[in-house]
């Protein structure tokens, strides 16, 4: 447990050493949010019916910037061979590692909410919803997409891959994020909608370590 | 049934098992896609909605059913080939991936052309068309990830990973018409017990699905054929076939030398 432990604490004292690479993907966020009342159109109307749509769909671009981190200085300097040959069970180390990737990129993001509902007009009742889905969906988003990280890690341009692999994944959650939120809107029921995505994040919690292990043995070759 | 797999996993015998089912397939396909084709645009009755534009029911609904089944292929081969660590599995996965992705460019065209006069849009956000939409993407990443690797064995591995995540799709697309209440038609042939599709206009459909899937048959035994040979050229067998096809090859070239030589 110590051993996990390590790795945990490891992980976070690295990400807080590099505050540009955790400011940079929330910035992003922060922009393409302000691009959408520029350009699609300022009132207020319109904004609270695409606001929940352009949150998740920032929140996926945004998250496609930060992932690569996740595996990449690791595969790099060569502690991820360290991790296979210590013996550990790689997916419990890869877990670990997702949890750790998921509280600093995506914790900062919740905590950046509030600002981005009030900057689309966003009810009371959407915004309850959105964190919701956000609490729900954003470590669906670590751990699928961890498996990708993990396939694309020893390619040189493994950016834009990335995205192509993953944004079709991730279309799924989108849909049934933004619909739990426009029955939030309309002051329906959504548990249905949350309840799907809690079972797609429990899908992934129980085969995605597996995944993200085999998928870094690969790219270990 | 190992006893009787289990020896495909090696390459020569995956060739000579492709160079065996190609004509088949490719008789197969012949036959079944003219008589279907045939008897479904000229001969089954009008729609009485619809008129004669459902015809087009008789290229889309296989290519849509294929497409979808060929991923399913795919997944299983990048299962096998993870299971059992075959190589053949993984060159046969990727052998089928653009085989699939065009089938799915096929039903999203034939769907959008049959959309047209139906609905009056060429597209809509419908939830079936957006999860094939989805699926087509889905084979582009596999084929882009299988792309971007220099050692072919890790690139079917990886691609397999991601080809098997991709699998969750499958479900959502066959059950999107009856989760989403969207703009597509309910299903018309996947119900046994009771097709609602009167049989004249299903036995064409049933042809041309049985002809669409050995065409894709023909075309997979080709694609891992050639497969087979890129990846497995230093090996003898590979060397002895090909310096049997120039020999070949050369036999005929002293009489095209003789007659330009006159």
New interface residues.
Partial sequence: MTLYHGIFKRDMHIAFKQKAELVQPLMFLLMVVTLFPLGVSPSPDTLQRIGPGVIWIAAILSSLMAMERLFRDDFQDGSLEQYMLSGMPLPAVSAVKVAAHWLVSFVPLLLLSPLLAMFLNLTVDMYIALVLTLLLGTPLLSLVGAIAVGLTVGLQKGGVLLALLLIPVFIPLLIFATSAVDSAALQLPYHAQLAIIAAMLLLAAALAPFAIAYSLKVSQN | MWKWLHPYAKTERAYQLCLTLQPWFWVGALTCLSIGTVWGLAFAPQDYQQGDSFRIIYIHVPSAILSMGTYVAMAIAALVG?VWQWRTAYMSMIAMAPIGAVMTFIALFTGAAWGKPMWGAWWVWDARL?SEL?LL??Y??VI??YG??E?KQ?AG??AG??A???V??IP?IHYSVEWWNTLHQGATISKFDNPSIAPEMLWPLLINLLGFAFFIGAVTTVRLRNEIVLRELHRPWVQALAAEKVSKQASSVPNANLKEGN
Avoid: E, H, P
Wanted: hydrophobic share 70%.
């Fill in positions: 993870m957006t989805i993407f889905l582009m990443g882009a990830l971007a690797f050692d890790q591995k990886a990973v991601m098997l995540v991709g969750v799709n959502i």
